[in-house]
DNA sequence: CTCTTATTGATATAGAATATCAATAAGGAA
DNA sequence: TTCCTTATTGATATTCTATATCAATAAGAG
């Protein structure tokens, strides 16, 4: 099925890219309703999926937390803060040879890993 | 407010022991019914979180996952298989160190990090 | 044993995300 | 441009997980 080119897709990669870099569906969905009322929750949360397949976007899973969508697509750590809820980007580098550490053990087949930080942002101390 | 001994606590506490270390809400629920037919399934979520508190068990956080129980309270790693689901204790020394590295840059008050491996486990290759 | 109140269990509710499906519109072909 | 196929939309229903409500029950201190 080759993918079509929608005004709702446009608005919707746009919302991603103004919204602070971690928004969610439902934060996306207000965004957009402002300037086009008539889209609806649905698509929303279809074409960020969507987007996010595409690489257009990055999907964010955080545990016991709704999903986030980040136009930021490179490898990149997040941290929560624990006060106000926000997401930041974590400027380290990526953590290497973990992956080895354990194959050697127990002989799984490795395809990635995630790394969640939490802390209290400098605004909120 | 004291906390009761109860027969349902109980019950749930020994079938996270039994259940393979990381069992859901609901695979509890299911192996207490042999036994205990009778008791709800809002006992068994409730005292989940409770006994969690409580230190007794320790409950695993999964992005876009349930919630998983695990008898082991020691600090350590988790792999999820993407063929068959489960979860797996990842054997490998605590990551140090990371809490430093992004610190200084941003002035964050560090609390916690979580890392959460998947990939295919020996059974599923 | 008695009494206070923590706990239970049936049920309702909340929230996030997906499924359904008739109506619409994107975009390739003529 | 016009026609046609079908991907996409949007209202709505549904699924799933977890918590909230509340009358009935029972733990356990006195
Ligand atoms: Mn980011
Ligand atoms: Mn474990
Ligand atoms: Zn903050
Ligand atoms: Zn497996």
């Avoid at 929303?44 to 257009?56: A, C, F, T, W």
């Avoid at 580098?93 to 400098?122: E, R």
């Amino acid at each position: 099925m080759k993918r079509r080119n929608t005004i709702q897709k446009e608005l919707i990669l746009n919302a991603v890219k103004r919204l602070h870099s971690h928004a969610t569906a439902e934060e996306v969905y207000a965004e957009i309703q402002k300037e086009y009322p008539s889209i609806g929750k649905a698509t929303v949360y279809r074409n960020l999926k969507l987007l996010s397949e595409d690489g257009q976007i990055k999907r964010i899973e955080f545990p016991c937390e709704s999903e986030r969508f980040d136009d930021t697509c490179s490898d990149h750590y997040h941290i929560k803060c624990e006060k106000c809820g926000k997401i930041f980007d974590v400027d380290m580098d990526l953590v290497s040879g973990l992956t080895d550490k354990i194959k050697d053990k127990h002989g799984f087949t490795f395809n990635s890993y995630q790394i969640v930080f939490k802390g209290i942002c400098p605004n909120c101390q």
